[in-house]
């Protein structure tokens, strides 16, 4: 278990495809329960259905149920939440013309010979099975749900999210496969809008909404310049930065831009002040992780300064599909920074079987600590199940 805040400090001092536009007329028109995840019985090598979807409604502040749901969470001491990433649990198959762009064809290619082997819907199945049991409070996803944007894999991947939970408990943020040529939104993350959207500014207090944007009125879901993007539950402060940008062909890198730094800085002084555990989500490894620079975050060195400044109880990643523990400096203490596995790999390749990381927070010692209790949850192929994996996360 680690203690966090104060006892850290003293422990260590495009549009345009006519097919993607004849997709989106079929909204609607199949079964949901054909493309809900775990519904196909198929082989792992077998195509996810991106069968069409209505998403449900992101719940109003007069809905009762999400009222109460909240309240739970703030009546008590203790928060549990997941961490996702990367699950990639959709099907090319069917692409058509959509296809026809050089990046999209090489991410084809990767997906017909590897990818598409790789990645498991049943794996991704069990993995929500397993949560569902679990009961946790939030559920956090740091993005890749997709291979290369296509307007049918964002339907397919909301479908997926539906099945992972309301998105009052669900929050994503976008990865670079969810940004992978440029695309309407429209045609992309609007699909995932209740999921991806945080907080109006007008919903907390001034000091903390003007560290926001939130969505503009003709825009369902956040755009990159909108970001950071913030949900709070309880003393629980969840921030979505985005560095889902479009990049050249063979290039997977990030970029968050000094407009979402100064914000996030801003923000995370904010909560700090206001006795939150910040959790900072972004796709991209924000440590040095060794990953050539067509992979790798631009201003990763700008991130890690103003943290360094201001501070973050955890930062949570993806991209990288394995395990990634570092400790970030920062102002009082080292900030552990967890990348974890894809949720629906098979496990072909040593470290890369999938996962998924659970968090509890609790009050600490003192008024400003926390305990950070992690745990992980690993893919079990002779069970088919996941179940505890008792190594030691960080
Ligand atoms: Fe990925
Ligand atoms: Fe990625």
Redesign the pocket.
Known sequence: MLVVGEAVKSERGERGERGERGERGERGERGESEARVGSRRSAEEEPVSDAPADLPNEASEEDPDRRSEVSSVRGRDEIRFAHLS?WHATSLVGGGRALLRPKRLSGWASWAFSRRYRHSHRVLEAAFRDLQSLGVDRILVT??LTHVSLEREFRAAAVQLEALGDPERVFLIP???DCYVPVPHEAAWDYWAPYLAGGRPQDFDPEIGACLTGCRPDAPAPRHQDYPTLRLAGRLAMIGLCSAVPTPLFR?GGRLGRLQLDRLERLLVALEERGFFRVVMI?HPVAETGEPARRALEDAAALRERLSRVGAELVLH??KHRRHVAMLPGPEGEIPSIGVPSSSEVGSRPGKRAQYHVYTVRPGGTGKAFELEPEIRGYDPATGRFERIDERLF
């Open positions: 990367d993005g890749d990865g670079n496969h997977a796709h993806g991209h």
